[in-house]
């Protein structure tokens, strides 16, 4: 089997296609690598698997099935050859542009990470076999043991990941914060959201805007985190993720924090419902969308996003006092989802599809 993936440490589709690929090799260690640009790799992962799968390029045979993870406007472009040809990338909004349809149909299978993602690409005439393919969440790191000097920290942390955006609803975050404590409540924000795609004064203003709030005191901010280690680390002191997102993709964060036993908050849309539900998470309702418009990646043009207006703000207000008060730090049912979504199982529906 041939793969196409970015390989590295520092975005969504690098760290997909690295433990994609990981277990890919560990079906059939004939398989050929071919990294989208140089591949950048944490200090634990398994390079010989990655180097291993480069070198077998000199066995590359177009006979075999080739899969390629990255964004949609780029599967015109795949290895040599007439075999079976299958994509895998992501989307937030419900509509699919021109160029990205003819990019779809080029492929003789389509993995989507969620039945949201499927219901999209079929009602944007997408005509070629879809097939649901869940990403996992690698358990080893992200595995719940809560430091001993967060077990005598009795401040209620609130976390929320992912990079500085409108998409992400961190333009309402703090509002429900501010809505939802008062500066006598012991509860603290942090906030690890470093966009590489900002400049330095973009991400300012989005710091400047918390930092001029109420409770600006109770904030902390993270710069980048190295690693995923990293992360697990500072996701391991916090109590409950909070993602008032109007579309993602997946949403990696969010079923880490599960691995991680913590509580989420969480919008019911999008591709995280895929794995998100009432008995794992504390749903912020959806009842309206909107053009997606953000002035940066976003111009209405392509295509919706979830609408939060003060009714998603009041519930996700009530949900942060709720786990507050009644001081919910752990989530047996996120725990058990998450255990159930392995890169194991993403390589194996993968591999499976392609080869038969």
């Not at 076999?129 to 430091?147: A, E, L």
């Not at 904030?219 to 995923?228: A, C, D, E, M, S």
Request: glycine share 4%; with cysteine; hydrophobic share 35%.
């Amino acid at each position: 089997m041939n793969i196409v993936s970015p390989i590295d440490c520092y975005t969504g589709y690098g760290i997909t296609g690295y433990n994609i690929w990981k277990h890919i090799f560990d079906i059939n260690n004939q398989s050929v690598l071919f990294p989208v640009a140089h591949p950048n790799v944490e200090s634990d992962w398994n390079t010989d698997c990655i180097k291993h799968g480069i070198d077998n390029k000199i066995h590359f045979d177009p006979n075999q099935p080739s899969f390629k993870l990255w964004h949609s406007n780029d599967f015109f472009t795949k290895p040599y050859g007439n075999s079976k040809y299958g994509v895998l990338s992501f989307f937030e909004t419900d509509k699919i542009q021109e160029l990205d349809k003819k990019s779809y149909n080029l492929a003789d299978i389509i993995f989507m990470p969620s039945e949201w993602a499927k219901n999209v690409l079929e009602q944007n005439g997408i005509t070629k076999p879809i097939v649901v393919c869940p990403q996992g969440v690698d358990t080893t790191i992200f595995n719940g043991i809560v430091p001993e000097d967060k077990k005598e920290n009795n401040t209620y942390i609130f976390i929320n990941i992912g990079k500085w955006e409108i998409r992400k609803g961190h333009d309402i975050l703090i509002e429900i914060f501010n809505s939802a404590f008062e500066s006598h409540d012991n509860v603290e924000l942090w906030m690890v959201n470093h966009n590489p795609f900002l400049n330095t004064e973009q991400t300012n203003k989005w710091i400047e805007f918390y930092k001029n709030s109420k409770l600006s005191d109770k904030i902390r901010f993270f710069p980048r985190l190295p690693n995923q280690k990293t992360v697990a680390n500072v996701m391991s002191y916090a109590d409950c993720g909070i993602f008032p997102s109007r579309g993602e993709g997946w949403n990696n964060e969010a079923i880490e924090l599960m691995a991680m036993n913590k509580p989420i908050i969480i919008t019911n849309y999008s591709a995280h419902t895929e794995y998100c539900n009432s008995n794992n998470s504390y749903l912020i309702n959806i009842d309206k969308i909107e053009p997606a418009i953000d002035n940066i990646w976003f111009n209405g043009n392509n295509g919706n996003w979830a609408t939060l207006d003060q009714d998603q703000i009041d519930q996700a207000v009530i949900h942060m006092r709720y786990v507050y008060k009644n001081n919910i730090k752990t989530n047996e049912n996120g725990l058990k989802t998450a255990k159930n979504l392995t890169w194991q199982k993403t390589a194996n529906v993968i591999y499976d599809y392609m080869n038969n």
